[in-house]
Protein backbone atom coordinates (compact mmCIF):
# COMPACT_ATOMS: atom_id res chain seq x y z
CA UNK A 1 0.00 0.00 0.00
CA UNK A 2 1.50 3.01 -1.13
CA UNK A 3 0.24 6.26 0.15
CA UNK A 4 0.08 9.99 -0.65
CA UNK A 5 0.78 11.97 2.48
CA UNK A 6 -0.30 15.55 2.92
CA UNK A 7 1.21 17.64 5.79
CA UNK A 8 0.11 20.84 6.95
CA UNK A 9 2.71 23.20 7.88
CA UNK A 10 2.64 26.81 9.19
CA UNK A 11 4.79 30.18 9.01
CA UNK A 12 5.12 30.69 12.70
CA UNK A 13 7.59 33.55 14.72
CA UNK A 14 10.31 31.92 14.91
CA UNK A 15 10.40 29.90 18.58
CA UNK A 16 13.56 31.63 19.61
CA UNK A 17 12.38 35.02 19.42
CA UNK A 18 11.02 37.27 21.99
CA UNK A 19 7.41 38.31 21.13
CA UNK A 20 6.88 41.82 21.70
CA UNK A 21 3.43 43.40 22.16
CA UNK A 22 2.12 45.59 19.20
CA UNK A 23 1.63 49.37 20.47
CA UNK A 24 -2.23 48.88 20.46
CA UNK A 25 -2.35 45.39 22.59
CA UNK A 26 -3.98 43.85 19.36
CA UNK A 27 -1.47 41.47 18.69
CA UNK A 28 2.16 40.78 18.64
CA UNK A 29 4.91 42.42 15.85
CA UNK A 30 5.09 40.76 13.47
CA UNK A 31 7.25 42.65 10.94
CA UNK A 32 11.21 42.38 10.98
CA UNK A 33 10.82 39.49 13.24
CA UNK A 34 12.51 36.12 12.14
CA UNK A 35 10.03 33.15 10.93
CA UNK A 36 10.04 29.18 10.50
CA UNK A 37 7.96 26.51 10.10
CA UNK A 38 6.06 25.39 13.06
CA UNK A 39 8.24 22.93 15.02
CA UNK A 40 4.89 20.38 15.33
CA UNK A 41 4.96 20.54 11.51
CA UNK A 42 8.43 20.15 10.98
CA UNK A 43 8.06 16.82 13.01
CA UNK A 44 5.14 15.68 10.95
CA UNK A 45 7.24 16.21 8.11
CA UNK A 46 10.30 14.19 9.24
CA UNK A 47 7.46 11.11 10.28
CA UNK A 48 5.85 11.59 6.59
CA UNK A 49 9.84 11.70 5.03
CA UNK A 50 10.26 8.13 7.85
CA UNK A 51 7.16 6.69 5.60
CA UNK A 52 8.48 7.55 1.96
CA UNK A 53 11.97 5.84 3.12
CA UNK A 54 9.91 2.58 4.25
CA UNK A 55 7.94 2.78 0.76
CA UNK A 56 4.51 3.14 2.51
CA UNK A 57 4.40 6.57 1.15
CA UNK A 58 4.87 7.21 -2.25
CA UNK A 59 4.67 11.35 -2.11
CA UNK A 60 4.37 14.03 0.33
CA UNK A 61 2.59 17.03 -0.32
CA UNK A 62 3.24 19.60 2.54
CA UNK A 63 -0.10 22.67 2.34
CA UNK A 64 0.33 25.80 4.01
CA UNK A 65 -2.26 28.37 5.04
CA UNK A 66 -1.40 31.70 5.87
CA UNK A 67 0.19 35.08 4.04
CA UNK A 68 1.84 35.54 0.77
CA UNK A 69 5.26 35.12 2.63
CA UNK A 70 4.67 31.14 3.09
CA UNK A 71 4.85 30.69 -0.44
CA UNK A 72 8.45 31.29 -0.05
CA UNK A 73 9.28 28.01 1.69
CA UNK A 74 5.80 25.93 1.17
CA UNK A 75 4.79 26.86 -2.27
CA UNK A 76 1.20 26.55 -3.27
CA UNK A 77 -1.09 28.73 -0.60
CA UNK A 78 -4.46 27.80 0.14
CA UNK A 79 -6.79 30.75 0.88
CA UNK A 80 -7.82 29.76 4.51
CA UNK A 81 -6.96 31.98 7.24
CA UNK A 82 -3.89 31.05 9.86
CA UNK A 83 -5.52 28.79 11.81
CA UNK A 84 -2.69 25.99 13.26
CA UNK A 85 0.60 26.32 15.56
CA UNK A 86 2.23 27.29 18.08
CA UNK A 87 1.19 30.96 17.63
CA UNK A 88 -2.25 30.27 18.37
CA UNK A 89 -2.51 26.27 19.25
CA UNK A 90 -5.82 26.11 17.97
CA UNK A 91 -5.05 22.92 15.79
CA UNK A 92 -7.54 22.91 13.04
CA UNK A 93 -5.91 22.83 9.75
CA UNK A 94 -5.70 19.51 9.59
CA UNK A 95 -8.70 18.63 10.91
CA UNK A 96 -10.76 20.91 8.24
CA UNK A 97 -8.67 19.94 5.52
CA UNK A 98 -9.86 16.14 6.20
CA UNK A 99 -13.21 17.58 6.51
CA UNK A 100 -13.26 19.19 3.23
CA UNK A 101 -11.84 16.06 1.61
CA UNK A 102 -13.70 13.47 3.11
CA UNK A 103 -10.55 11.72 4.49
CA UNK A 104 -9.46 9.47 7.43
CA UNK A 105 -6.66 11.57 9.50
CA UNK A 106 -4.23 10.92 12.31
CA UNK A 107 -3.44 13.83 14.69
CA UNK A 108 -0.60 14.10 17.13
CA UNK A 109 0.75 11.46 15.85
CA UNK A 110 4.38 10.53 17.08
CA UNK A 111 4.88 7.16 15.01
CA UNK A 112 2.33 5.59 11.81
CA UNK A 113 2.93 2.24 11.01
CA UNK A 114 0.70 0.07 8.15
CA UNK A 115 -0.31 -3.54 10.18
CA UNK A 116 -2.07 -5.78 8.05
CA UNK A 117 -3.38 -3.12 5.66
CA UNK A 118 -4.25 -0.83 7.72
CA UNK A 119 -3.19 2.34 9.42
CA UNK A 120 -2.30 3.18 13.22
CA UNK A 121 -1.10 6.63 14.42
CA UNK A 122 0.80 6.38 17.74
CA UNK A 123 0.69 9.20 19.99
CA UNK A 124 2.89 9.90 22.89
CA UNK A 125 1.61 11.72 26.16
Known amino acids: MALRVLVGVKRVIDYAVKIRVR ?43 GPKQTKKRSGQLWPWEQIEAIDGDNNQTGQMTAALLDWAQGTFASEVTIENGSMKVLTRD
Open 23 to 65: PDNLGVVTEGVKHSMNPFDEIAIEEAMRLKEKKIAKEIIAVSC
